[in-house]
């Protein structure tokens, strides 16, 4: 039984030093998203898309887990299948902060796919266009990341958890981009609670039962402490 599920944005991982994308100099200030993360993109420069998530594969390696991937690791490891952390995340800072298990509903920059036969794999630290598929040999790998226009991974096991959660936590996340953005709304629809961590009010603050604002590292040990000690 998940009793709180957990979204998380790129505002949990900003004081790690992995950009956000919508705040002042994000990542679509500086990247055209359709250009870098969509199909059509992909297909017209192969080249372009890999450089950018290389260099945000990059990125990820060289950053650490801050005090709010922690807070969150050690929350799940006391709740355990209470539990259900789900992210927009592309990096792995909450598994190497220790978190048992997370839910990447736009994929994984350190994952491989091979669009041929949907083999995944663990990505090599550099991806180039035209490298084989380890299982099938196709020259059509990509990183494992969701694209705009495609499917999010894992909604049926979201969509389950949030049918039956007590509580909604929504952190570092501007509600801009849907399915995600509209989880609040789908677990307050079946009696949950709502929460927000954010440093800044986002799209759908007022809609909340509750909003606190703050950077996450601060903001959200805080909350793990109030949950554990609530028990
Ligand atoms: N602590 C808490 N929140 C923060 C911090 C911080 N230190 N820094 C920034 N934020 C908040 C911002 O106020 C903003 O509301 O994080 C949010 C980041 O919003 P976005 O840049 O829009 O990132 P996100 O919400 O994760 O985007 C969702 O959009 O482009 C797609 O696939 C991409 O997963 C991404 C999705």
Known sequence: MTRIVVLSGAGLSAESGLGTFRDAGGLWARYP????????????????????????????IAAAPNAAHAALARLAHVLGPELLLVTQNIDDLLERAGAPEVVHMHGEV??????????????????????PCPACGAAATRPDVVWFGEYPYHLDRIAAALAECALFVSIGTSG????????FAEAAGHGARTLELNLD????????????????????PDWVDEVLAAG
């Not at 350190?110 to 490298?131: Q, T």
């Open 33 to 60: 998203l359709e250009d870098v993360a969509t199909p059509q993109g992909f297909a017209r420069d192969p080249a372009l898309v890999h450089d950018f998530y290389n260099a945000r594969r990059e990125n990820c």
């Open 110 to 131: 350190m994952r491989a796919l091979c669009g041929a036969c949907e083999h995944r794999w663990d990505a090599p630290r550099a991806m180039h266009p035209g490298d």
């Open 176 to 183: 801009s981009v849907y399915p995600a953005a509209g989880f």
């Open 201 to 220: 009010p986002s799209e759908n603050s007022g809609r909340f039962d509750e909003a606190r604002l703050g950077p996450a590292a601060r903001i959200v």
